[in-house]
C-alpha cells in the first residue's frame, strides 16, 4: 500500500532527500555533501557520478531510517539548482563534468552575443536574457573550447533532469527549465532552429 512521497533536492554541494507521509510529516531525512571543482578561477564544475552516487545513496539511507518498504513511496519529486549544463552522449554516459550555474567560463560569449546582436534576436524568441550560466551560451563554449566533447553530446540536461534521467532512463525536461536555460521557444514551447543556430 501506497504510504509515503519522496522528495530529492540537488543543490550545488549538498543533496537533500526527505520522506514524507500524506499529511506532509517528514518521516526521514538524509543529506550527503559533496565538493564542486574549479579547474580555474570562476569556472564550477560538478562530477555527475558524484551527484548520482549522493543521490541513490540518499535515498537509500532515507528509506532505512524510516523503516519502510520502497514499494510505499508513492511519488517521487525533484528539484535541482537552475541553469548550469548536465551533457549525455547516446548510451546516457556524462561526456564531461556537469558546469554549474554559478559558472563564468561563457561570459565572454554572452558579451558577444549583445555585439554581434544574437543577444535581442535570442531574447525575442526565448523572452529571457542571456547571461553566461545558461546551456546555450556554455554549449557555444564547449563546441568552440572543446570540440571533442561536444562532438559526443547526444542530450542537454539541467541538474534535477540528470536525477530524473538516472532514476527512469528518460530524458525529459520541463518548459520552465528550457525556457529560462534559453533553449526553448517560449512562444511554441518547442524548439527552435533558429535559437539553435544563434
Known amino acids: 500500500?501506497?504510504?509515503y512521497l519522496l522528495g530529492i533536492d540537488a543543490g550545488l554541494t549538498n543533496i537533500k532527500v526527505v520522506l514524507f507521509d500524506f499529511k506532509g510529516k517528514q518521516i526521514a531525512v538524509s543529506k550527503?555533501?559533496?565538493e564542486t571543482i574549479n579547474p580555474r578561477s570562476s569556472w564550477v564544475e560538478g562530477d555527475p557520478e558524484i551527484l548520482w552516487e549522493?543521490?541513490?545513496?540518499g535515498i537509500h539511507e532515507?528509506?532505512?531510517?524510516a523503516g519502510i518498504d520502497s514499494k510505499e513511496i508513492g511519488a517521487v519529486g525533484v528539484a535541482g539548482f537552475g541553469l548550469g549544463l548536465f551533457v549525455i552522449d547516446t548510451n546516457g554516459r556524462a561526456v564531461r563534468n556537469a558546469v554549474c550555474s554559478n559558472d563564468n567560463r561563457a561570459v565572454d560569449v554572452a558579451e558577444m552575443y549583445k555585439k554581434d546582436g544574437s543577444y535581442e534576436k535570442i531574447a525575442r524568441i526565448n523572452s529571457t536574457?542571456?547571461?553566461?550560466?545558461?546551456?546555450g551560451p556554455i554549449l557555444r563554449w564547449i563546441k568552440e573550447n572543446e570540440p571533442d566533447h561536444y562532438a559526443q553530446i547526444a542530450h542537454v540536461l539541467m541538474c534535477k533532469d540528470y536525477i530524473r534521467f538516472r532514476l527512469t532512463g528518460d530524458v525529459v525536461s520541463e518548459y520552465v527549465d528550457m525556457s529560462a536555460g534559453?533553449?526553448?521557444d517560449l512562444g511554441t514551447k518547442a524548439y527552435s532552429e533558429e535559437l539553435m543556430d544563434l
Open 1 to 3: 500500500m501506497v504510504k
Open 32 to 34: 550527503k555533501h559533496h
Open 54 to 57: 549522493n543521490t541513490a545513496d
Open 62 to 65: 532515507a528509506i532505512q531510517r
Open 129 to 135: 536574457p542571456t547571461i553566461s550560466g545558461q546551456p
Open 182 to 184: 534559453g533553449l526553448l
